[in-house]
């Protein structure tokens, strides 16, 4: 891709425009263990022959503020927009649109790490032949605050947001609309818990659609689901 840093941090900000960039892993930015930061600017339409369209962080943590990861593709793999193998990742006030993966995480795929998500908006992702259109969490705890959610869908489980294992909670959080509902090919058309606990508060649920299975607006395995206030799903 662009950069490849062994331990140093990555920064891109202001007004900065990274596009059309392709490599095999980590189409923008290839971290192995320094940190990976967007606040501002734009990093649009890189591609990853495998994982990380965008951007593959191996260690360290990955944050989107302000900014907007849009039109990236992990060809073979996960996390069309970032991929996190043991960092955590933070969203806050960014957007992340039209990100496609092969597989897992059209947005966001973290392997081990928790994803943390306000004030920004995961529209219109796509993980192709696996599960979580938007997040893809596999063991971390997926926190959701203020954001909308739309058109995202996964060709197995979680339209917008697959947790495996870890805890889910959702706080004042749109999941879908009139004709934005996010799809998943089988269970949990807007989340899919695989273990963890589920927490609902406030927010909405519409148009979520699980196509050939279970929980239209949400999929809970083997954990509890909590909906607290005004919180309406349709």
Known sequence: GAIYANTAPVTVSGTAEVRTNTAQT??????VSGAVTVAGGSVENNTASTSGGAVYAGSGAVTVSSGSVSDNIATEG???GVYADRGNVTVSGGSMSGNTANDNGGA????????T???GSLTGNTAANGNGGAICANTGAVSITGITLATNSAGQNGGAVYAGSGAVSITDTTFGGTDSGNTAGTDGGAIYAGSGNVTVSGGSMSENKATTGDGGAVYVGSGALTVTGSASMI
């Not at 980590?26 to 971290?31: E, T």
């Not at 966001?108 to 994803?115: D, E, M, N, Y």
Request: glycine share 24%; hydrophobic share 40%.
């Open 26 to 31: 980590g189409g923008v930015v290839y971290a």
């Open 78 to 80: 996960d996390g069309g």
């Open 108 to 115: 966001i795929h973290a392997v081990s790490g928790t994803v």
């Open 117 to 119: 998500v306000s004030d």
